[in-house]
């Protein structure tokens, strides 16, 4: 029997349980997405509409929401990461100092907030290096971990995450607490604790389901947190500036976060700190997958290997 924290169960998986610092059962990673406005522009790229309701809403983030998260982790000497798109900390240069300056731990996020799907590896590369060199000259320090916008990667993406010598990636989800793809160190995301699937409502006709109960969500986040608790995972909670700077929302994250702290066997740390304990500690190489992605099915059929 391995000393899996699911116990209980008849079937043991084959893979060992997750070890974290200092005899603690489970991780809590609180993230943040300093997005403001940068998605909205590359949807709308060359043909930007002189419409303020959506912009506002967005920059709502880096005037207030982010100050509103900032304070919220303070209150519990929480440390957090925030991933920036270049733009942003373009548009507002006093935010990147700003979040260092708390001692929090700041990300790459693409230039322009850019879906993987739009750009060539030539354009990922370049908005990779852009932000980089932007962040060392606004913060003074060389970031070390990279997420995608929208969470999409490709095998070339690792790669060049791994060339400029980032220490992870946090974007994928394929185990619930760290492992390796393609040999870059991966912090993984679940979108079932990210705030934008429940409370993203932008107006103007594009929005594609109502805005969710917070009550709600807090159970299911809770819910989430507890379990996973049990089963020995990281708790990625993803959250947005201008989503959870909200009024209500922070008071959800308020009871999350009491909850959190209240939990002495739950370790609370940045995506850097879990990415350094996980290459250091015996977890190394336990959780190492390639991302290799298949060949297309193409005219093969069902029970036929080839033809
Ligand atoms: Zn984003």
Known sequence: MTSSPGKGYAVESPWPAYEWPQGKRSAAFLSVDVDAHSPLLWSLRDAVPERLGGMEIRRFGPRTGLYRLLDLFGHYDFKASFYVPGFVAETWPEILP????????????????????????????????????????????????????????????????????????????????????????EIPVQWATDDAIFFKFEGGGRDKWPLQSGHAVLEDWLSEWRTLHRFGGLFTLTVHDWISGRAQRIALLEKLLEAIAA?????????????????????????????????????????????
């Open 98 to 185: 700003a979040i260092v300056g708390a001692g929090h731990e700041i990300g790459l996020h693409g230039y322009f907030h850019e879906i993987v799907s739009d750009v060539s590896d030539r354009e990922f590369t370049e908005a990779l290096e852009a932000s980089l060199d932007l962040f060392v000259r606004q913060a003074g320090v060389r970031p070390v971990g990279f997420r995608s916008p929208a969470w999409e990667m490709t095998p070339h993406m690792l790669r060049e995450v791994k060339r400029i010598g980032l220490a992870y990636d946090s974007s994928l989800s394929g185990f619930d607490h760290p492992y390796e793809i393609d040999g870059v160190t």
């Open 263 to 307: 939990e002495s066997s739950a370790w609370v740390a940045t995506a850097d700190e879990i990415a350094d304990h996980h290459k250091n500690s015996p977890n190394s190489g336990r959780f190492s997958v390639e991302g290799a992605v298949p060949q297309p099915i193409g005219p093969r059929r069902f029970g036929q290997a080839d033809g």
